[in-house]
Structure formats: C-alpha cells, structure tokens
C-alpha cells in the first residue's frame, strides 16, 4: 500500500498550471517538523517534500494559506518515470487548528 498522511504546512506554491492533457495542476513544497519516537528515544524530526495537487483539489491546494498547519493525505510516486526524486501527490486535504 502507498498512502501517506502528513501533517505540514504550505512553504512554497506555485501558480495553477494545466498538463498537456488539460488537467489542473499545482506544485509546491510541504514543510513538516515534530518529535517522534525511534527505539525508545525521543527525536527532531525537520524536513521539507516536493508535493502537487492534480484535478479537483488543485483549486483548493491554490486557494490553501501558506505557513497555515494542514493534514494532507496521498501517495508518493517518481517525479517522472526517469527519476529517483518522489513526489507527494496530494488527493486530500483539511486545515488544522492549531489553537493560534
């Protein structure tokens, strides 16, 4: 199974773009940190991920505030079918409240 689920925040976006195809697209970058649990022993976790948003939710991934706290729910696939790099494809996601 490929799915992930990542709480992060929108670092970086691009402008709504369209595939060849005609298929709405948005790529940016997440940008996640917290503190997890390896073999017992608690540790910082900092990293930022290539991600997009394709079809229908390529509108809301746009629309989404940078720097604002979201769940984001997808898969991982190679950049391009040459490529080692992967990708985040996002097919959902909801803003948290972080209580700010």
Partial sequence: MNELLLVASIAERDSL????AGIPIVS??????????EAG????????MSALAAGEISSRFA???LG???QFR?????KNRNS???VFH???????????
């Fill in 17 to 20: 773009r369209y595939t060849p």
């Fill in 28 to 37: 940016g970058i997440l940008q996640h940190g917290s503190q997890q649990m």
């Fill in 41 to 48: 022993i608690a540790r910082q976790v900092e990293f930022e």
């Fill in 63 to 65: 629309d989404a505030e």
């Fill in 68 to 70: 604002a706290v979201h």
């Fill in 74 to 78: 997808g898969f991982l696939a190679r």
């Fill in 84 to 86: 080692k790099a992967l």
């Fill in 90 to 100: 996002i097919i959902d996601f909801n803003r948290l409240d972080t209580g700010a």
